[in-house]
């Protein structure tokens, strides 16, 4: 493979358009300001390197990113690219993955906006992540150990699977389909809100009015904290370790806890609702 190596480059696309190529401890910054620096490439591996300038890896199939840096200027980083691999790196800078298929992260540190919009076929292995709108209608993604610090996280996204990660967020899961997530921490208010198909293996839910107006709603052996008027007008298969404080409005299935605080029904309001209500105490 060619080697591109202890160099600093700042003109526009200073590497573009290689393949089979290797990158290592270079840094992308300069008086230049130049964008785009491996645009059009394929078949890469970069190691070691700091990007502090706009747009590096757009359109490129196939590569590997290692021991690396993207600062905060360094701005929407990876865009249309296929097969990427990113393994114990910083991604800083506003919108660091977009519209890219089959993206692997493995031990890196995201702090980015935006994050990981329309992608397809998301792995996040041992990440930790801060940002507005993290994976906005991405869909086909696996996570595994995700420490996230979000506010309106994975809203639109389809087929995804959580397992042992701690999210902090507002508003997760709004309008979710074909979701699972087992052994987590779930924290935030207004929870999945218009969801389809959720399943919440042994989670905790920490926040206020969890869960209302889900269709195929299925929790086992979760815990929840914080949740009042939960579960309104959803469609819910629930067993609760622990208090619910208050159920309200269920529509269809059935829910199990061993305390719940408050049964709110308002009879005007629910029609048709047969929702089975119980608890253990």
Not at 117 to 135: A, H, K, Q
Not at 150 to 161: A, D, H, R
Not at 216 to 244: Q, Y
Request: hydrophobic share 35%; with cysteine.
């Amino acid at each position: 493979m060619e080697k591109y190596e202890n160099l600093t480059l700042d003109e526009e696309r200073a590497l573009y358009g290689i393949h089979d190529a290797e990158v290592v401890n270079c840094r992308f910054e300069g008086p230049a300001d130049g964008e785009s620096a491996l645009k059009e490439c394929g078949n890469i591996r970069v190691k070691n390197c700091n990007f502090l300038l706009r747009y590096p890896f757009w359109h490129v199939q196939g590569g590997e990113i290692e021991d690396s840096r993207m600062t905060d200027t360094c701005r929407a980083a990876l865009w249309y690219d296929s097969d990427m691999k990113i393994k114990n790196s910083v991604l800083g800078g506003i919108k660091a993955l977009r519209e890219c298929d089959r993206s692997t992260l493995t031990g890196c540190e995201i702090v980015s906006p935006e994050f990981g919009w329309y992608c397809r076929g998301v792995n996040i292995n041992d990440c930790s992540l801060e940002g507005e709108y993290p994976f906005l209608h991405t869909r086909d993604m696996e996570i595994e150990n995700l420490r996230l610090k979000g506010k309106y996280s994975f809203q639109y996204v389809e087929n995804l699977v959580i397992r042992n990660s701690v999210l902090d967020t507002k508003d997760a899961f709004w309008h979710t389909k074909n979701v699972a997530v087992y052994d987590s921490v779930i924290k935030g208010e207004y929870l999945a809100w218009y969801s389809k198909n959720l399943r919440l293996i042994r989670c905790k839910i920490i926040g206020t009015q969890p869960l209302c107006y889900c269709k195929g709603l299925v929790l086992k052996d979760c815990e929840m904290e914080g949740a009042d008027f939960a579960f309104e007008n959803s469609d819910v298969t629930a067993t609760i370790n622990g208090e619910i404080i208050s159920v309200k409005n269920p529509h269809h299935g059935s829910i199990v806890a061993d305390h719940i605080g408050e049964i709110i029904l308002d009879e005007h309001i629910r029609k048709d609702a047969d929702c089975e209500i119980s608890t253990r105490e």
